[in-house]
Nanobody, 128 residues
């Protein structure tokens, strides 16, 4: 069992930046990819970004392209989400997820059912 622990989110003004981190309690023998999802109030959980554990491939949802960057530090078993030029519509609870069952089978975007482990979620609020 892998436990994912996310950093605290926070309140930031529109146009500001915030970096989230997610650390896995242990490196499974086969963590193929990690991702960030988010759930805005009253909405379903949506895919934000994913990265293969090798780091060779990243995928973003269209609304965050050019503003968010996902990266990972394999030595620390940690994945990051750098969020720049934040907008009020980025307000949500952000969830880290890990996939260990197999390699990703397509180039994204991804659904939550394609990931096996989840963090507890961290709230990000962007004020206008």
């Amino acid at each position: 069992q892998v436990e994912l622990v996310e950093s605290a989110g926070g309140l930031v003004q529109a146009g500001g930046s915030l970096r989230l981190s997610c650390t896995a309690s242990e490196r499974t023998g086969s963590t193929y990819a990690m991702a960030w999802f988010r759930q805005a109030p009253g909405k379903e959980r949506d895919f934000v970004a994913a990265i293969t554990w090798s780091g060779y491939s990243t995928v973003y949802t269209d609304s965050v392209k050019g503003r968010f960057t996902i990266s990972r530090d394999t030595a620390k078993n940690t994945v990051y989400l750098q969020m720049n030029s934040l907008k009020p519509e980025d307000t949500a609870v952000y969830y880290c997820a890990a996939r260990s069952r197999a390699q990703l089978t397509h180039g994204g975007p991804y659904s939550g059912s394609e990931f096996d482990y989840w963090g507890q979620g961290t709230r990000v609020t962007v004020s206008s």
